[in-house]
T-cell receptor
Framework: GAGVSQSPSNKVTEKGKDVELRCDPI?????LYWYRQSLGQGLEFLIY????????KSGLPSDRFSAERTGGSVSTLTIQRTQQEDSAVYLC?????????????FGPGTRLTVT | AQTVTQSQPEMSVQEAETVTLSCTYD???????LFWYKQPPSRQMILVIR??????QNATENRFSVNFQKAAKSFSLKISDSQLGDAAMYFC?????????FGKGTSLLVTP
């Protein structure tokens, strides 16, 4: 079956603009995760969804970052008023459900460049 | 907070040889999972192998095996009979709830 897909693959935006990053999880997976991979910080957890609810938003770096998930499927990560330090690869993952034993399957990521 | 440390930023191995990547972690939890992920230039993270903390037996997946030392909080990855396709970034990760905590990664170069 299809894996996790993310769009766009690459995004270049000007400082101060808003961007939306999309993630399509594997069909039937109820848990969805967003991570950020940057040169300075490595891989860091941002937020996760169980169904449409986000029990843990503690990893979001600032209030410019928000995420939603609709219909228990597609998720959108929105960054408002982008800054240069937001430049990174944003990775999405999904798993059958929440829990340490369930494998997280990753998408190819969106590379965001803020100029 | 849990931390994961990979002390080798880069490693090199000749094709067909064996290489070991190191990982240590810090946690006060007793129930957790450890993982090794591979990230090729395509950026897609691929699960290589995982270990359940309560299992004493080291996990093995074909040419990949781990040396899990729970008391020492060490979780190294051994790649046997290295192949050119093994060249990638390798990340060690820890999970005790839902979020993966990753190390900084080790870049593995495989030479012919």
């Amino acid at each position: 079956g299809a894996g996790v897909s993310q769009s766009p693959s690459n995004k270049v935006t000007e400082k101060g603009k808003d961007v939306e990053l999309r993630c399509d999880p594997i069909s039937g997976h109820t848990a969805l995760y967003w991570y950020r991979q940057s040169l300075g910080q490595g891989l860091e957890f941002l937020i996760y969804f169980q169904g449409n609810s986000a029990p843990d938003k503690s990893g979001l770096p600032s209030d410019r970052f928000s995420a939603e998930r609709t219909g228990g499927s597609v998720s959108t990560l929105t960054i408002q008023r982008t800054q240069q330090e937001d430049s990174a690869v944003y990775l999405c993952a999904s798993s059958l459900t929440r829990g340490v034993s369930y494998e997280q399957y990753f998408g190819p990521g969106t590379r965001l460049t803020v100029t | 907070a849990q931390t994961v440390t990979q002390s080798q930023p880069e490693m090199s191995v000749q094709e067909a040889e064996t290489v070991t990547l190191s990982c240590t972690y810090d946690t006060s939890e007793s129930d957790y999972y450890l993982f090794w992920y591979k990230q090729p230039p395509s950026r897609q993270m691929i699960l290589v192998i995982r270990q359940e903390a309560y299992k004493q037996q080291n996990a093995t997946e074909n040419r990949f095996s781990v040396n899990f030392q729970k008391a020492a909080k060490s979780f190294s990855l051994k790649i046997s009979d290295s192949q050119l396709g093994d060249a990638a970034m390798y990340f060690c990760a820890y999970n005790s709830g839902y979020a993966l905590n990753f190390g900084k990664g080790t870049s593995l170069l495989v030479t012919p």
